[in-house]
């Protein structure tokens, strides 16, 4: 059975299309005109500490492929396991009980917005901090997969209002630049283990919290 790339599949958009887009929405952002938004109700859990949580290339490697019978399976990886870094995220955020995360990976959309279903994923620690996700049931599943990463994740910074966020994410292109100054990019294999993306996140929640508390 042919594989699918799992979370790095793009539908036939022309990548000068996105950097086009991107563009345009940046100048929007400056202007202070409203920015890209999707027609869903609002998030049930608004402002606070936020958290953006994509899977692969954070948690586990980049490389996770949908095999059919089988689900998502991590391929070209040795020696690692989907969810392998799990346990350190939560002894990093363990200081900080009260940042909720939200999904930002496309295995929400994969699963038709489910987001219990794909939270189940996640250590029990990190399940309890899971609020929401950039993705909604409502929404047009193949225009949410044509915004790039920065653009889902700011389309739901305006509606979620978060009092602070940042995003744990190894998919840096085309994020707006204001986007990219909460944007702790991780290593494709190693993830957040990777020492010196580690360091970043660590001091990044430490200002965070420094800055609104």
């Known amino acids: 059975m042919a594989l699918m790339l799992f979370e790095r599949q793009l539908p036939s958009v022309s990548k000068s299309h996105f950097i086009t887009e991107v ?3 940046e100048e929007i952002m400056l202007t202070g005109i409203p920015g890209p938004t999707f027609s869903v109700p609002s998030p049930r859990y608004m402002g606070g500490h936020v958290l953006m949580l994509d899977f692969d290339g954070v948690l586990h490697p980049e490389s996770v492929y ?3 019978r089988h689900g998502p399976t991590l391929m070209n ?3 690692h396991k989907l969810f392998e870094n799990c346990p350190l995220l939560e002894e990093v955020l363990g200081p900080y009980p009260d940042l909720r ?3 930002s990976t496309s ?3 994969r699963y038709r917005g489910s987001i219990q279903r794909v939270a189940r994923r996640l250590s029990p620690g990190l399940q309890a901090r899971v609020v929401g996700a950039t993705y909604h049931s409502a929404m047009d599943p193949a225009e949410f997969a044509q915004a790039p990463r920065g653009m889902q994740v700011w389309s739901d910074v305006l509606r979620r209002n978060p009092e602070a966020w940042l995003a744990l994410d190894d998919d840096y292109l085309h994020w ?3 986007c ?7 290593d494709p294999m190693l993830g957040i283990s990777e020492p010196s993306v580690l360091a970043d996140l660590q001091t990044r929640l430490s200002a965070m919290y ?4």
Not at 180 to 186: C, F
Not at 210 to 213: E, K, M, V, Y
């Open 23 to 25: 563009q345009r929405l």
């Open 66 to 68: 949908l095999l059919h």
């Open 77 to 79: 990886a040795p020696g």
């Open 101 to 103: 995360i939200v999904l």
């Open 107 to 109: 295995w929400v959309r």
């Open 176 to 178: 707006p630049a204001w």
């Open 180 to 186: 990219r100054e909460q944007l702790v990019r991780t």
């Open 210 to 213: 420094n800055r609104s508390g």
